[in-house]
């Protein structure tokens, strides 16, 4: 729901005496979730369900002018954990979006800073799929673009992107390969031609930077004891990897509009990639030296990206298809595909339902040294949901998730079911100040 108050701010010095328009956006809001899961860390042979309670404020502010936008929005989420106490989690969500419009151009900029729990994103396409233990993840981004319209049908954009992840590891969890910190730098350009009211092209070319921390606990070789030359041999130690990767981008896409609600867009290409791995072998036995390794490696790959959305006045379709590599917790990156699939259905002028659907293949082998970890996996997820607007404030949600993950790894597979109902709260606020 948009809530604004309007209102007209006097001219400052060297304008005219003419006010302008500026709308103010305020809109605060409450949630309440009560779920059941009864394998919330999705592990194929759970020891416990849960009851998780959620609490979450939040405040959007901003203003909308005719030129430029600004919009805030800070959610906290206090999760409970009944009966596993350790759990409990304090999630501080906090987004910043600007956009200056002008004849000739545009600008945009965002920024956000996420505190959340390891369980709320290991699942996704960045994520390891380990839920076994809790750590908190702590993200930063950064995101300026600047466009540039060089003629009615012509427009050039350069952006950029940074983001930073670090996981609060605690001191038990001995290898951090799958909590691994990282940062990641994209520089793109898109050019798009607008061919008629409904067609247009672009050629999309980006270069991304990706740098990892992680450390395995493992087998290591043994090339000298007490500094003398021995035939290799494999002990337990730990390693600290340093990966530095660098992707050249190349796509070309459409967008098109059958209509006004029905419209596509698809784009496709190569990447190549280059990566640089630097490995420092600490032996549990302090006889045994330390080794030092890298090793360098270039790979290349497909992309795509789809997307079919049809909007009318009985509800929504968004169907989704992709495939990319994308930095990842797991010390690397990982190629993620991905389907997905939202439907909503207006049954009165309160009722509504709605059913969404994920489908992710990530794929990661990588290896260190002498340790090769592969970390491929497959997760599916379904959630249908009914919504009733018991109120212009008030809306009350029930829904049903059913997930599943596959490692190939140990072959093992994972199921978890989750029933969950939501309340929330959005007060309206219209009043006129001038």
């Known amino acids: 729901m948009k809530i604004k ?14 006010s302008y328009a500026l709308d103010l956006l305020f809109e605060p809001d409450f949630s309440f979730k009560e779920r059941y899961d009864d394998n919330l860390r999705l592990q194929p042979d759970p020891i416990r369900d849960n009851w998780v309670s959620t609490l979450s404020p939040a405040l959007t502010s901003g203003y909308i002018s005719e030129n430029n936008d600004l919009t805030t ?11 596993e106490s350790s759990l409990n989690f304090s999630e501080k969500l906090a987004n910043l979006n600007h956009q200056f419009r002008h004849e000739l151009f545009k600008t945009d900029f965002g920024a956000s800073y996420l505190e959340q729990s ?28 600047f466009t540039y319209f060089l003629t009615e049908k012509n427009s050039l954009q350069l952006s950029y992107n940074l983001t930073d992840v670090k996981f609060d590891r605690p001191e038990n969890i001995a290898s951090s390969n799958a909590f691994s910190d990282y940062k990641n730098q994209q520089f793109s350009a898109i050019a798009t031609h607008a061919y008629s009211q409904r067609l247009s092209f672009n050629l999309i070319g980006s270069y991304s930077k990706f740098d990892s921390i992680s450390d395995i606990s493992g087998f290591g070789t043994v090339r000298k004891v007490a500094g003398f030359d021995v035939i290799p041999f494999l002990s337990k130690g730990t390693t600290t990897y340093n990966q530095n990767s660098a992707t050249l981008n190349y796509q070309a896409g459409l967008q098109y509009a059958f209509s006004e609600q029905l419209q596509l867009s698809f784009s496709a290409g190569i990447r190549n990639t280059d990566t640089e791995t630097v490995g420092h072998t600490i032996f549990n036995n302090p006889l045994f030296q330390s080794t030092e390794f890298s090793q360098n490696s270039r790979t290349s790959g497909h992309v795509f990206s789809a997307n079919l959305t049809q909007k009318s006045e009985w509800g929504s379709i968004n169907l989704n298809a992709g495939q990319q590599l994308n930095p ?7 190629t993620s595909t991905t389907f997905s699939a939202a439907a909503n259905y207006n049954l009165s002028e309160r009722w509504s339902t709605g059913i969404n659907a994920n489908y992710l293949i990530a794929e990661t082998v990588s290896t260190f040294g002498d340790i090769s970890s592969s970390n491929n996996r497959t997760y599916a997820a379904i959630s249908p949901n009914i919504r009733w607007q018991w109120t212009p404030e008030i809306n009350l949600d029930f829904s049903y998730s059913y997930r599943q993950q596959y490692f190939e790894s140990n072959n093992q597979t994972a199921i978890g079911n989750s029933v969950q109902f939501q309340f929330s709260y959005q007060p309206q606020i219209n009043r006129q100040v001038k």
């Open 5 to 18: 108050t309007d209102f007209l701010l006097p001219a400052l010095v060297l304008c005219s005496g003419n």
């Open 328 to 334: 990842a917790s797991s010390g690397t990156q990982q």
């Open 73 to 83: 929005k800070f959610r906290w989420n206090e999760l409970i954990y009944h009966g």
């Open 118 to 145: 390891s369980l709320s994103t290991q699942l996704d396409e960045t994520g390891s799929g380990n839920l076994r233990t809790q750590v908190p993840r702590i993200s930063k981004s950064l995101s300026p673009s």
